[in-house]
């Protein structure tokens, strides 16, 4: 028997899952596009149980992939076919809020909290731990800073690597990097957090961090509106920011996805009738108790109807309204799924380029796929627009996916001549490796194969993951 067959040393280390009606939902990810079955499911509850479980891998030559909450969409968190054999790290037991310093505007946490629940616990200290995506209350902190994810906040407070003040991770000899230190001025050479931030796990494995919290939003105005075109939501933004409004999110709909959410959400309610091209749903907040968001908004709102900018316009005037109206962006994905199988695109533009990126991409689309339908919708506010092309209704998953896979090339070319990224805020994983090998710096592949090859050398932690 080889050590591979015996895995009793590894699960001395940790709980360990081994049945395979138990390790099955460990095989995939909200995409669905993956799907493989590692040989065992490690559950730690402490660092000390991850380094242990790294140090028994690296023995017997066990890959590992770390799983947080499994909603990304590019499969990075899922064991390949291919490669050495694989086992699944859950930090899902790892889920301590460990210090709230609410005079300090930090949080330190394990690694296996979900967003909401660091959300929670930041709001029940009166602060606000600003990282807000759809997926909140079930993706991990781990998983977000391991991809650096994104979200509706980042015109804001910025992306997760943004908010990450220290880290505690285990490398892949079993050594424990503790560089949870909370302080925001530390010159003592290299930021070595943020190689494992957006890393993927294929470093190390993240355990805690420490983050930075914002004072507690006191006021806020919401508002869902009609605008003609991408560059009117554009003079819009400009004409907010120019007057010292302070958005905290900016979104880009088309008018597809709002179809969408009417067809598929029994619950959600759209205020007008979708009758424009492209609609606007912003939020502006702070934390001055009892300021006057309104005024402003109206006057800015004023401007942008007389000058051509906007059409009709709803403010929410309660918290149920505004919550409704956030459930209408919050729910297309999943609306999306419902209607039709799709192929999508993860890219950002500087802000100036959206209107002309999405003209070019609308125009190469509608030419090579003139069946399909454009989900174009994202936040706008930082450049981030998410593509999708979605198949006539009816049509096979495999089928569409086979006769338009070429679609995210398309269009991560033109967000790459847009001075852009292929990749905004959902990683690399395995979906984009092609895409970095084609589309990257190529020196700046040398620098991070370097990397790796350096705290990594046998090449065990997430194989087959964000390096082509």
Known sequence: MSPLDDLSTIAACCPTLTAPADIEPYARD??????????????????????????ACAAVGLAVVPSGGRTG?????????????????SLERMNRIRAVDARDFSITVDAGCTVRAVQEAAAAAGRLFPLSFGAEGTAQIGGALSTNAGGIRTIRWGNARDLV??????????????????????????????LFIGGEGTLGVITGAALKLAPALRARETAFLEVPSPAAALALL????????????????GR???ELVRRHAPRARIPFALQSPWYVLMELGTAAAGADLRTPLEVALAAAIEAGEAGEVVIAESEEQRAA???????????????APSVSADTSVPV??????????????????????????????????????????GTPREVWHRNAEAIEDTVNRIAVAHGGSFSA?????????????????????????AIKAALDPRGMMNPGKLLP
């Open 325 to 339: 109206l956030w459930y209408l962006r919050e729910v297309m994905p999943e609306c999306n799924r419902a209607e």
């Open 30 to 55: 909200w995409s669905g596009r993956y799907a493989h079955p590692p040989r065992a499911v490690l559950r730690p509850g402490s660092t000390e149980e991850v380094a242990a479980a790294l140090c």
């Open 238 to 253: 400009d004409r907010l920011i120019s007057n010292g409004a302070e958005l905290i999110g900016f979104e880009l709909i």
């Open 352 to 393: 100036s380029a959206v209107p002309s990126f999405l003209a070019e991409v609308e125009a190469a689309l509608a030419t090579r796929w003139p069946e399909g339908k454009l989900i174009a919708l994202g936040h706008a506010g930082d450049g981030n627009v998410h593509i999708s092309l979605q198949a006539p209704r």
């Open 425 to 449: 805020e959902h990683g690399i994983g395995q979906s984009k490796r092609h895409a970095m090998a084609a589309l990257r710096d190529p020196v700046a592949l040398d620098l991070m194969r």
């Open 165 to 194: 003040l220290g880290l505690e991770v285990v490398l892949p000899d079993g050594r424990v990097l503790n560089d949870l230190r909370r302080v925001r001025k530390d010159n003592t050479g290299y930021a070595l957090r943020h």
């Open 256 to 258: 597809w996805p709002l």
């Open 73 to 89: 969409l590019c499969g990075g968190a899922v064991p390949r076919a291919e490669g050495a054999p694989t086992v699944v790290l």
